[in-house]
T-cell receptor, first 114, second 112 residues
Framework: EAQVTQNPRYLITVTGKKLTVTCSQN?????MSWYRQDPGLGLRQIYY???????DKGDVPEGYKVSRKEKRNFPLILESPSPNQTSLYFC?????????????FGPGTRLTVL | GEDVEQSLFLSVREGDSSVINCTYT??????LYWYKQEPGAGLQLLTY?????DMKQDQRLTVLLNKKDKHLSLRIADTQTGDSAIYFC????????????FGRGTQLTVWP
């Protein structure tokens, strides 16, 4: 089944404790992206990747890192999480950014930073 | 980034039509999308429209695009309780280098 998977789905952590949220897609998509969703703010893009070893900042990249060493994986790294990073995170992928290409979303990771 | 605006809430009775509106600022938009998010799930593409179209119909869904006013709407006919969800408008254009910009989402509640 074609899908985007994220792990973990739920995570409660404490300020300053490094964490990684994994994202994997099995559709051979070139483009991958991370968003955060906050009430009343909608989805805001954190980082995106056009292809392997090509990443770029989105609209809210502060406090996050990403890597794209393989086409299928795009982990989101929080080196020193803070309470304002408590949010619902979505990974998405698409074949490319050209034309209408549909973005496929993962199920989300709900992160709470205490 | 570009601005995409939507009202936050809409309530309708089952069987009525729902109309969700969206405005955007990017004059170079090429594609506009409607995504649906059901409780506890990720977003799923509902429909999209190319910027040179005025209207697109797909079963109970009708998308209207007024490019001059930069206004997009989604009409759901015969709304059902299963249509209760958050609906996101998103746009993609040359100025965004193909990236999607999302609105804040409209929570549609359908009452039986």
């Amino acid at each position: 089944e074609a899908q985007v998977t994220q792990n973990p789905r739920y995570l409660i952590t404490v300020t300053g404790k490094k964490l990684t949220v994994t994202c994997s897609q099995n559709m051979n998509h070139e483009y991958m992206s991370w968003y955060r969703q906050d009430p009343g703010l909608g989805l805001r893009q954190i980082y995106y990747s056009m292809n392997v070893e090509v990443t770029d900042k989105g609209d809210v990249p502060e406090g996050y890192k990403v890597s794209r060493k393989e086409k299928r994986n795009f982990p989101l790294i929080l080196e020193s999480p803070s309470p304002n990073q408590t949010s619902l995170y979505f990974c998405a992928s698409s074949f490319s950014l050209a034309n209408y290409n549909e973005q496929f979303f993962g199920p989300g990771t709900r992160l709470t930073v205490l | 980034g570009e601005d995409v605006e939507q009202s936050l809430f809409l309530s309708v009775r089952e069987g009525d039509s729902s109309v969700i509106n969206c405005t955007y600022t990017d004059s170079s938009s090429t594609y506009l999308y409607w995504y649906k998010q059901e409780p506890g799930a990720g977003l799923q593409l509902l429909t999209y429209i190319f910027s040179n179209m005025d209207m697109k119909q797909d079963q109970r869904l009708t998308v209207l695009l007024n490019k001059k006013d930069k206004h997009l709407s989604l009409r759901i006919a015969d709304t059902q309780t299963g249509d209760s969800a958050i609906y996101f408008c998103a746009e993609k254009g040359d100025s965004t280098l193909g990236r999607l910009y999302f609105g804040r989402g409209t929570q549609l509640t359908v009452w039986p």
